[in-house]
């Protein structure tokens, strides 16, 4: 079983809809999650982190995170064209600062 | 915010040759750096764990000879990928600690062994 799941897509929504990321992990604990983008070619920009449960709201992205269910989303509301990307949810492991990534979700934004 | 520079961002060599990448903190100190390896439409792998003064954790299934890491100051760490081969090639990516549990990320290195 990979430490870090996510479907590799892609995930096709129209401009402006809601573009909702799932991420399911395996070390039960787990501290810390992040949510990256990254673009073709590109390092990865975090887009948000997200320590206990709930949900964590910045601008037109809420993160959420269900210990419980080991798992963690990543909503996009008004998605734009421009948040086509790749998006890596990343685990921080128990015990260790090491950051473990998800295969990834590509998703792509209809004009 | 926190700024950690990469440098070659994309380097060609020959087989068999060497090559370093360096990976530096601009504005805050690191103890901690992570390389990772990230191929062509697959996530990063994480490859080792880079600690100052101190010898590199490498990742099962990582050969330490082949990809040294050096991490001599609070704001450099180098990986050198040694005797070089077509299937080195791939984007290399490094990451500092920045405090809080913050994740920093250098811009990448593309390499390309011919």
């Known amino acids: 079983q990979k430490e870090v799941e996510q479907n590799s897509g892609p995930l096709s929504v129209p401009e402006g809809a809601i573009a909702s990321l799932n991420c399911t992990y395996s070390d039960r604990g787990s501290q810390s999650f992040f949510w990256y983008r990254q673009y073709s070619g590109k390092s990865p920009e975090l887009i948000m982190s997200?320590?206990?449960?709930g949900d964590k709201e910045d601008g037109r992205f809420t993160a959420q995170l269900n210990k419980a269910s080991q798992y963690v989303s990543l909503l996009i509301r008004d998605s734009q064209p421009s948040d086509s990307a790749t998006y890596l949810c990343?685990?921080?492991?128990?015990?260790?600062?090491?950051?473990?990534f998800g295969s990834g979700t590509r998703l792509l934004v209809r004009p | 915010g926190a700024v950690v520079s990469q440098h070659p961002s994309r380097v060609i060599c020959k087989s068999g040759t060497s090559v370093k990448i360096e990976c530096r903190s601009l504005?805050?100190?690191?103890?901690?750096m992570f390389w990772y390896r990230q191929f062509p439409k697959q996530s990063l792998m994480l490859m080792a764990t880079s600690n100052e003064g101190s010898k590199a954790t490498y990742e099962q299934g990582v050969e330490k000879d082949k990809f040294l890491i050096n991490h001599a100051s609070l704001t450099l760490s180098t990986l050198t990928v040694t005797s070089a081969h077509p299937e080195d090639s791939s984007f290399y990516i490094c990451s500092a600690r920045d405090g809080l549990l913050g994740y920093t990320f250098g811009s990448g290195t593309r390499l390309t062994v011919v």
């Open positions: 990343a685990v921080n492991l128990d015990s260790s600062y090491k950051l473990i």
């Open positions: 997200i320590y206990s449960n």
């Open positions: 504005d805050f100190q690191a103890t901690t």
